[in-house]
Structures are given as C-alpha cells and as structure tokens.
C-alpha cells in the first residue's frame, strides 16, 4: 500500500470532509416515484414493482435520462431486504465476455436465494450495447432457461446494439429526452434542498445547455454554483464553454436585418473565443429552432441553410470561410431581390 500525502482521510471522518458528494449521485433518485419525466414507461414500471411479475427488459435512450436508477429502484423496490443477494450487476466496466456470462451469469442463476414470494432475481446488464455479440448470443438460451427464477434487465443507449434474439425475449421500454419543464421541476427542487442562489436566466441557461439530459443539467448546476457561488446566464456559459446564444441571438438578428458586417463581427468574437465551428454551428440552429422573433417562413429557409453548412462542416471543411458564407446567405435571404440584379 502506497502512503500518498495527498490522500483523503479515513471513512470515519466522513462527515468532516470538505469534499461534497457530487449532486448527480446525492440525489439519485431512490423510489420509481421520485424519477421524473417520461411517465408512461415509468408507470409500467411501478406496476411491475407492485404485482412483482417482472418481464425481461430493455431500457433504452439517450445518456443521462434515468435509465440506471429506474433498474436500480425497480429492483430494490422488487426485492427489498433481498437485494443483496437477488441482484447481480454488470456494467460495462466488468468484464462482460463469453466466459462470464457462461460462469458469471449462469452461477447466479443457478444460485438459490431466499426472495420474497413470487419475486425473482434480477440480472442487471448495464450499458450492454457495449456487450459483444458473442456475449449476447451466449444469453440467448440462458434467458430462457432460467427464466422462472431469474429475470434481465438491460439498459442500452442504442437498443439497436442489442442482437435481434435478444430484443425478441426483452419488453423494449424507450426512454425520450425529458421535457424542459421536467428538467426545470428537479433543478428548483435541487436549488431548493442546497440553498443555491439562481436568477431564471440561469436556470434556462443551463436547460438550454443540458438539452434533456438531467446528469449535465445537475452536474452544471454544480459547477456553476461551487465555481461562482451564483447561477446566472452568464456564469452557466463560462462553466459550459459553449457559445453565448446571446451573442448568437444578436448574429441572427443582424442576418435578419441584411447587416452582414455586423453579423461578420459576431462571427468572428466566436470565433477567436475558439469555438470549433461545429459548436457555433449547432449553437445558431438551437437558437434559430426557438427564436420567435424570426418569421416562420425565413426559420425555415434559414435551418435548410445551417442544415447545409453543417453538414459541409462534417465533411472536413470547418473553416470560417464556410460559416462567413452561411451568413452571406442568411442576410442575403433579408434583402430586396431587385439588389441582386445586374
Ligand atoms: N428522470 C430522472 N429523474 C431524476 N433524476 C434523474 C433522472 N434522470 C437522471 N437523473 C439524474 O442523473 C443521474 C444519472 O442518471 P442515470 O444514471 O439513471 O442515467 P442513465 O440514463 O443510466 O445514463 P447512461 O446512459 O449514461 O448510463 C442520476 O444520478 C440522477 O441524479
Ligand atoms: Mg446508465
């Protein structure tokens, strides 16, 4: 054992620790009532919590959604006490080969547990679309075999990583990305609960820059808080690092206006912040996407033509040539057509 100067105190001291558990993990939700958004899917799952006959499932969705806490209260709310014993889990941090779900795996299932009547075990594979294909045809029978004693539950980004046998055993429960409002409700609770001092501008800041993703949401506010003690646009966008939509805002509203040179200048105050191109890019569509003051007609000329430009970006060509020119035409949609002809 290494004797490091720089390492933290004994677990007995805990409560006089100056590190503070991240809020992602303080407050994780610990019942299926507390997990917010996406109410149907959760819905089915206090049923199944309730009368005890768990499927195999399937969550699948983007990152940072509630897909992990929604199997770990499923499965604490199913086996209570039994929780310990009754559960099995693998991440994919584990090992997830052939050979362990041909040991790992099938020992426990094959293991006798004492579990409240008419539960089962439950096998949670966490990330498995990152479980080789190997791996999963391997489960194929033992799904089967055990399944009046053991139950799987599998959480996935992509459910179309999961083998096709494999989603054909499985009850697919999608996850969306949750609402603003959702994300909203749990930020003003968590604000709440640490006393966090905020304006609403804030707060949409760091809904704007979370995009239906509750970990980056809670996780900025955080930051935000323990970086500048205050939660307001401003400070979101420094913790963030993404283009200011304000000053985007304003880019667009010159474009609106044909005022290409002023539209250049905020271009470039982006630009040699040292945004990549793509970040001003994606910026520009979010904001146009929910800029009322642009007519509905030129919205959409105006995303067709940020659609191009971002897809010439991700071709290679992330040059500030190319975004200028994205500008030329947003202004040049604003002009009179008489101007054009020679
Ligand atoms: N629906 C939700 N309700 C309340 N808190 C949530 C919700 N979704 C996520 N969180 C918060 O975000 C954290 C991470 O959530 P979780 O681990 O469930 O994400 P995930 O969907 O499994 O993401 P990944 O695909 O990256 O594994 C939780 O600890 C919790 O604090
Ligand atoms: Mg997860």
């Not at 009368?51 to 086996?79: E, F, M, V, W, Y």
């Not at 584990?94 to 362990?100: A, F, L, Q, W, Y």
């Not at 809670?218 to 500048?228: A, D, H, P």
């Not at 897809?311 to 057509?337: D, F, H, W």
């Amino acid at each position: 054992m290494s004797t490091d100067k720089g390492k933290a105190p004994a677990n007995g001291t805990a409560a006089s620790l100056p590190y503070e558990l991240p809020w992602v993990e303080k407050y994780r939700p610990k019942t299926l009532d507390d997990v917010v958004g996406n109410s149907e899917t959760i819905e089915r799952l206090k049923v199944v919590a309730r009368d005890g006959n768990c499927p195999h499932i399937i969550l699948s969705g983007l990152p940072g959604i509630g897909k992990t806490t929604s199997i770990h209260c499923l499965a604490h709310q199913l086996l209570g006490d039994a929780y310990k014993e009754g559960v099995l889990e693998l991440n994919a941090s584990d090992e997830r080969g052939i050979d362990v779900v041909r040991n790992k795996v099938k020992a426990f299932a094959q293991k006798k547990v004492t579990l409240p009547p008419g539960r089962h075990k439950i096998v949670i594979l966490d990330e498995a679309d990152s479980m080789t294909p190997g791996a999963q045809q391997a489960l194929r029978r033992t799904m089967e075999i055990f399944a009046n004693t053991t139950r799987f539950a599998l959480a996935c980004n992509m459910s179309n990583k999961i083998i096709e046998p494999i989603q054909s055993r499985c009850a697919i429960l999608r996850y969306a990305k949750l609402r603003d409002a959702e994300v909203l409700r749990r930020l003003l609770e968590i604000c709440e609960m640490e006393g966090v001092k905020y304006n609403d501008d804030g707060l949409t800041a760091l809904i704007f820059t979370a995009e239906g993703d509750m970990r980056q949401a809670i996780n900025n506010l955080q930051s935000t808080f323990s970086g500048f003690g205050f939660v307001s646009a401003d400070n979101v966008f420094k913790v963030c690092d993404q283009p200011h939509p304000v000053v985007v805002q304003a880019m667009i509203r010159s474009c609106l206006k044909g005022d290409v040179e002023n539209a250049m200048e905020k271009l470039n105050e982006l630009w040699n912040h040292g945004y990549s191109a793509v970040d001003i890019v994606v910026t520009i569509f979010r904001v146009v996407k929910t800029f009322d003051e642009i007519p509905e007609y030129t919205k959409l000329e105006y995303i067709k033509e940020i659609g191009f430009t971002h897809m010439r970006i991700l071709e290679g060509v992330s040059t500030l040539i190319q975004l200028g020119g994205l500008m030329a035409r947003l202004c040049k949609m604003n002009l009179k057509p008489e101007l054009f002809k020679i």
